[in-house]
């Protein structure tokens, strides 16, 4: 993943935003709305965006005006400037890269999201999380101060620790939002998450943004979750969920092998190359989908092992499965086998019992962890019995490897 730095034009001056985007040519383009007095850094927005990128999907995460890196003052903003903040991303993403095709929101950037998404023509999906479903719900942070600022027209409040400077005219737009109406309205896919334990947006407002927005929606329930997301696994989760989910309302996300005129039968495998990205390849054995790749530092995306991760994943799968099939057959106590393994490349005179003499040799090492009420014989007897996994009989016999031109 890399991150670039990005300005782009705001209701109030220049917007700061960043651009996460992963290796490689990206699969779309997201637009992330932070939530209220937040900024793009904080963590469910960094952390939800990097995580997207690891999945191939590039993601804007920005300042609305007032607020972290971003020009203008708090106290002239408010909810519609926020929904023209959101706009101005969108057409900037439209035009410098590509318009976003998912809009994502946590807190009352969700809220915005919801009314902003209308007016994006290339958003095919809206992801919220913790998002009230009346932006009203934001001034509840400073409810005992509403009667001062109606009065004296700007209160220096507290929010979150910070202090900030709220005016009549914030209160008077976020008492005037037809939310429910833009939501009956919305026309994308919507995917809800929220906390049955955020104690800072009800989880009732999951509820009422569900019932009034129409078909296909889904609720996605964040056991366990705070409303910032502070552990990171939350946003890892919520990140893998939003990309399968909208793999269905985004063909750009679909991993589809590309065409060719060789058709796997039953028992064959079919690697096929994924261009414009370097290593990464679609494989299709034996009716099992999955991905090949290399890592980022040999100038791949990372979006699947290796093809020596794989070797050593056959090779693992194997043993155990051989080590498990002999002691089921003699039925003794074993409850699990695990396989760690390792790959490299070592000078063959390093090598102490190794036939080859010159360059270089595979070594792979193995290690087995053996569970159950096992005794120490038949501990031995299975450490043997992995010797003889077809796997590992195959990679120490001479092979073959017949190849031509389809």
């Given at each position: 993943?890399?991150?670039?730095?990005?300005?782009?034009?705001?209701?109030?001056?220049k917007?700061?935003?960043r651009?996460?985007?992963?290796?490689?040519?990206?699969?779309?383009?997201?637009?992330?709305?932070?939530?209220?007095?937040?900024s793009?850094?904080?963590?469910?927005?960094s952390?939800?965006?990097?995580?997207?990128?690891?999945?191939?999907?590039?993601?804007?995460?920005?300042?609305?005006?007032?607020?972290?890196?971003?020009?203008?003052?708090?106290?002239?903003?408010?909810?519609t400037?926020?929904?023209?903040?959101?706009?101005?991303?969108?057409?900037?993403?439209g035009e410098k890269?590509?318009?976003?095709?998912?809009?994502?929101?946590?807190?009352?950037?969700?809220?915005?999201?919801?009314?902003?998404?209308?007016d994006?023509?290339?958003?095919?999906a809206?992801?919220?999380?913790?998002?009230?479903?009346?932006?009203?719900?934001?001034?509840?942070?400073?409810?005992?101060?509403h009667?001062?600022?109606?009065?004296?027209?700007?209160?220096?409040?507290?929010?979150?620790?910070?202090?900030?400077?709220?005016s009549?005219?914030?209160?008077?737009d976020i008492?005037?939002?037809?939310q429910?109406?833009?939501?009956h309205?919305l026309?994308?896919?919507?995917?809800i998450?929220?906390?049955?334990?955020?104690?800072?947006?009800?989880?009732?407002?999951?509820?009422?943004?569900?019932v009034?927005?129409?078909h296909?929606?889904?609720?996605?329930s964040?056991?366990?979750?705070?409303?910032l997301?502070?552990?990171?696994?939350?946003?890892?989760?919520?990140?893998?969920?939003?990309?399968?989910?909208?793999?269905?309302?985004?063909?750009?996300?679909s991993?589809?092998?590309?065409?060719?005129?060789?058709k796997p039968?039953?028992g064959e495998?079919?690697?096929?190359?994924?261009?414009?990205?370097?290593?990464?390849?679609?494989?299709?054995?034996?009716?099992?989908?999955?991905?090949?790749?290399?890592p980022?530092?040999y100038?791949?995306?990372?979006?699947?092992?290796?093809?020596?991760d794989?070797?050593?994943?056959?090779?693992?799968?194997?043993t155990?499965?051989?080590?498990r099939?002999?002691a089921?057959?003699?039925?003794?106590?074993?409850e699990?086998?695990?396989?760690?393994?390792?790959?490299?490349?070592?000078?063959?005179?390093?090598?102490a019992?190794?036939?080859?003499?010159?360059?270089?040799?595979?070594?792979?090492?193995?290690?087995?962890?053996l569970?159950?009420?096992l005794?120490?014989e038949?501990?031995?007897?299975?450490?043997?019995?992995?010797?003889?996994c077809?796997v590992?009989?195959?990679?120490?016999?001479?092979?073959?490897?017949?190849t031509?031109?389809?």
């Open positions: 993943m890399r991150s670039e730095k990005v300005m782009f034009d705001g209701t109030g001056g917007l700061a935003a651009l996460d985007l992963p290796v490689g040519t990206p699969l779309m383009y997201a637009l992330f709305a932070h939530c209220f007095t937040c793009k850094d904080v963590f469910a927005a952390r939800v965006s990097a995580a997207l990128t690891s999945l191939g999907i590039a993601t804007l995460r920005f300042d609305f005006t007032g607020l972290g890196e971003s020009d203008g003052e708090f106290e002239n903003t408010n909810f400037s926020n929904i023209a903040d959101l706009l101005q991303a969108a057409e900037f993403l890269y590509e318009a976003p095709k998912l809009l994502i929101g946590h807190s009352l950037g969700g809220a915005a999201v919801l009314a902003a998404a209308g994006i023509p290339s958003a095919k809206v992801a919220t999380i913790g998002a009230p479903f009346d932006p009203a719900h934001a001034g509840q942070h400073f409810i005992d101060q009667d001062q600022i109606k009065k004296d027209g700007v209160v220096k409040v507290d929010i979150g620790g910070r202090p900030f400077n709220v009549r005219q914030f209160l008077e008492e005037d939002q037809a429910a109406e833009k939501l309205h026309r994308k896919a919507l995917l998450f929220h906390s049955p334990l955020d104690n800072i947006v009800g989880i009732n407002n999951a509820t009422n943004i569900f009034a927005a129409k296909p929606k889904s609720f996605i964040l056991d366990k979750a705070d409303h997301l502070s552990r990171k696994e939350d946003a890892q989760y919520v990140a893998e969920v939003i990309a399968s989910w909208a793999r269905r309302y985004i063909p750009e996300l991993q589809n092998m590309p065409k060719t005129r060789l039968e039953a495998t079919l690697v096929v190359g994924a261009p414009p990205a370097k290593f990464l390849q679609y494989v299709e054995s034996n009716g099992h989908s999955l991905l090949a790749d290399e980022l530092s100038g791949g995306t990372n979006r699947g092992p290796s093809p020596y794989l070797l050593l994943s056959s090779l693992g799968a194997c155990s499965m051989t080590i099939m002999y089921d057959r003699k039925k003794w106590p074993l699990n086998v695990a396989v760690k393994l390792q790959h490299k490349k070592i000078h063959a005179e390093d090598c019992d190794c036939e080859t003499t010159d360059g270089k040799i595979d070594v792979m090492t193995r290690e087995i962890e569970t159950g009420d005794s120490d038949q501990k031995s007897r299975l450490m043997e019995i992995a010797d003889r077809p590992h009989k195959t990679l120490h016999s001479e092979v073959k490897i017949e031509s031109m389809a």
